[in-house]
């Protein structure tokens, strides 16, 4: 298939893609995340979790192509279960962070128990623990002129975290390690994120609209993430 070839079926598929993302499917999933936001009375995805105070420490960034400078920045992240599973029972976990000081808007990143391998970085897999996890985007992210996925890890002999929220209180200091990888490329370390203590205050994470010209989410799905996020909040805020 030649180049101009490729464009053209591209093309031939965005507009019936744009009519299903701004159609039933966008609506669909916003009523739905609004309703679970209502009758939980708190976030439709993860509603339980800890926040932290932390700070990102980007020291490798000619390997996200220089899209934000090398230095400690202020940071807050928050640990969770995604179903809600009772007590230490496995889950869905979930790490997102904001870095502060990046640009216009500060930077959020979600991530969500998966597995290393190039397949199985894309898929959800039920974890025990939050720190004997890897956590993944899942969906890729354009850095600089390549697609990558984000990724996280505690640090090598990291004390056990068991599943349970509760355990979330008294973990701090919690170490990460934050990774970058192409889709089917060998995962590589580009700083620290590290948990300093628990607080109170429940920041609202939008990956789509907390994003760097140089380092944003994309793809359909990712997309649909923006309006699905407002609609979770717009229910847990209305009740």
Known sequence: MTVTQAQRLTQLLEKPRQKLLNGPLTRG???AA??????????????????FEAE?????PARIE????????????RLSKAVSTPGQFPDILGLAFRVHGVGETPLDVALATAKRPPVARHMLVPSGSFTHAFYSSLLPYRIGERRMLIGAQAEHGSHDVPADVNELLHAAPLV?????????GPWVDIGLLTLTAAVGDDPHFDVVRNS????QPVGWLNRLRGPVYRASQRGRDET
Request: with cysteine; net charge positive.
């Open 29 to 31: 999933a916003m009523h």
């Open 34 to 51: 609004r309703r679970a936001g209502e009758l939980r009375h708190a976030r439709a995805f993860h509603p339980r979790g800890r926040t």
């Open 56 to 60: 990102f420490d980007l020291v490798r």
């Open 66 to 77: 220089g899209a934000i400078g090398a230095c400690a920045y202020r940071a807050q992240a």
């Open 176 to 184: 990460f390690r934050i990774l970058v990888a192409e889709p089917r």
């Open 212 to 215: 760097l010209p140089q380092l």
